[in-house]
């Protein structure tokens, strides 16, 4: 009789949890944005929201790949043409359900916590705070490695030969590109969304260039070369996933996105098939043109194909 009362007094009380939870949800979606007249799109906060579709596009494309930068491991780990389906098939397997995840709840959510609201108004603010701490220092060992790959590159292609190896070139070209990416963050969001956009495309170039030379030259029959020996399939989707993940991390700038529920969808859905074809492209070409063993695709490889 006792645990009859008791359920009887906790539904009540978690029906009217629920009603707070979904009224929250409401006025946070209808409630972050207002629109003035024709005007820019407001917080409620009066705080202006700068970023729009073009900037948004290309904040994504860095956050997930920034370029077929450390592809390479792949065709070494399985050869050409399981990398060329991986990269045909994962971006759009799990980018596609990533990003639309991403876009709906970014737009229920529209402010700067993004995964972190989430998870707060989903499972308290624990399990929000442990959330955004093992974020914080997967996104940080993370980012660590694009300065070093970038060296690689820079390297590998003759413009800057010295920082390839170890030594005091090679670490002042890291600390000076870690400084100088870190203090951009500082110039606004709006400076950095186009910033995003002329990195974006002077990233793109090269590739873009090596990709329409390298097309005379293609011959599909170099895309069924083989690794010698077995597959190293971990290698290969741990090189898949770390070029292709992190989608949710554009939510964290849902505060600062003009109307985010037209904004957030059109955005990712534009950067899957930009990150998609700035890996697919580059790799088609240079696996299609170039007689290169698959153990020759080391991280840089993609420089020295260029200059072939």
């Known amino acids: 009789m006792s645990q009859g009362f008791l359920l009887a007094a906790e539904q009540p009380s978690q029906r009217q949890e629920q009603q707070e939870l979904h009224d929250i949800v409401r006025q946070e979606h209808h409630g972050y944005t207002r629109q003035q007249g024709g005007g820019p799109t ?27 930068y450390g592809a390479e491991k792949a065709v070494l780990a399985a050869g050409p043409l399981f990398t060329l389906l991986g990269f045909l098939v994962f971006p759009f397997a799990w980018g596609v359900p990533e990003s639309l995840i991403t876009a709906e709840l970014a737009a229920a959510f529209p402010g700067n916590g993004g995964f972190v609201l989430w998870a707060d108004h989903a499972f308290g603010p624990l399990a929000g705070f442990l959330l955004g701490m093992w974020k914080y220092l997967s996104i940080v060992i993370n980012i660590a490695a694009y300065t070093a790959l970038i060296a690689d590159y820079l390297g590998g292609s003759g413009v800057a030969p010295a920082v390839a190896q170890p030594g005091g070139a090679r670490t002042g070209a890291v600390i000076g590109m870690t400084l100088l990416l870190s203090f951009v963050n500082y110039a606004g969001v709006s400076i950095v969304g186009w910033g995003a956009v002329a990195l974006g495309m002077v990233s793109l170039a090269p590739f873009v260039l090596m990709t329409a030379m390298a097309v005379p030259k293609v011959r599909p029959s170099r895309w069924a070369s083989q690794v010698k020996g077995d597959k190293d399939w971990r290698l290969f989707f741990n090189t898949l996933f770390w070029n292709l993940n992190y989608w949710d991390c554009a939510s964290t700038m849902a505060g600062e996105v003009e109307r985010p529920e037209q904004t957030f969808p059109r955005a990712l859905a534009l950067a899957v098939v930009l990150i998609a074809g700035s890996y697919l492209l580059p790799l088609m070409a240079a696996t299609g043109a170039i007689d290169a063993p698959p153990d020759a695709w080391v991280n840089g490889y993609l420089a020295d194909a260029a200059g072939t």
Do not use: D, M, N, Q
């Open 42 to 68: 407001l917080s409620v906060y009066g705080h202006k929201r700068k970023i729009t579709l073009i900037p948004l596009v290309f904040l994504i494309y860095f956050e997930v790949a920034g370029g077929p």
